[in-house]
């Protein structure tokens, strides 16, 4: 059994990872930033589980939330994202919706991995899943929603960074691909389900050493060019 933190839990994605992981047996410590995201938490948990409460772009909301939590933490997953505004594109954008989506695609990974490094780095098995996605790869072309991609190309860039500052350390670090998936963020046309694309990102994290560490994958572990 192992300790899982899951930030950005209410729905989605974020939400079936505490479903299927409590279901396991494992243990989870996963985030929620409203009422209506605790409830929802709280059923997937079945009443196992314990739920923090922080919005990601609020540092001393997660500093305050991890100072809570004294168990070591083996595998962290920033997980809570955002798709950003309607105008996002290189010609046409909404500056301050899409300062606000780096705040939480880019920074809010980052404030969750750094508060809560302390317990990761008490684990004899250590690992930090930080949620990305293909399209914020630089070798794919297309340009709708500008925003989003760069928002995961710059998570991408301190993802790496964060690799290599803690290869030292022992922790294990990777960008993580979801696959499309059928969530409010991926629509109902997507090719996924949530609970097989978090079957695969279990599997992937858990398998996770630090042989591997520095990488950018998908849920089936199938490597993606940065
Ligand atoms: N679905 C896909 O096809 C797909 C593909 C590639 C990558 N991804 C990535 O996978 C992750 C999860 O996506 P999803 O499809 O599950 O999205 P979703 O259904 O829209 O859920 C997003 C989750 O992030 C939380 N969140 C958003 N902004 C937050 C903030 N500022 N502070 C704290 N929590 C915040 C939401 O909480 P609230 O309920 O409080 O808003 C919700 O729990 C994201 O990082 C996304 O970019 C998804």
């Known amino acids: 059994m192992s300790h899982w933190l899951i930030a950005g839990a209410s729905r989605g994605i974020g939400l079936e990872l505490a479903r299927q992981l409590a279901l396991r047996g ?54 809570a994202g955002a798709y950003g505004p309607e105008r996002q594109n290189a010609l046409d954008m909404d500056f301050d919706g899409v300062l606000d989506l780096f705040n939480v695609n880019t920074l809010g990974p980052l404030r969750v991995a750094q508060a809560f490094l302390p317990l990761v780095k008490q684990s004899a098995n250590p690992r930090i ?30 993802t790496q960074c964060l690799a290599d500052d803690l290869r030292p350390e022992g ?22 389900s949530v609970e097989e694309s978090v079957e695969g990102i279990i599997r992937v994290a858990e398998g996770l050493t630090l042989s591997g560490t520095r990488r950018y994958v998908d849920y089936r572990g199938n490597e993606i060019d940065w």
Request: charged share 20%.
């Open 26 to 79: 494992e243990r989870v410590t996963a985030s929620v930033r409203s009422e209506a995201g605790r409830a929802a938490l709280q059923t997937a948990l079945g009443g196992k589980g314990r739920v923090l409460v922080f919005d990601t772009r609020d540092e001393a909301q997660i500093r305050a939330a991890a100072a809570s939590v004294t168990e070591p933490v083996d595998v962290l997953i920033a997980n």
């Open 129 to 158: 899943v930080m949620m990305s996605s293909v399209l914020g790869s630089m070798t794919l072309e297309g340009t709708f929603n500008a925003g989003y991609r760069a928002s995961k190309a710059a998570l991408n860039k301190f």
């Open 171 to 192: 922790v294990a670090v990777v960008a993580m691909h979801p696959g499309w998936v059928r969530t409010d963020m991926g629509g109902p046309n997507a090719t996924l």
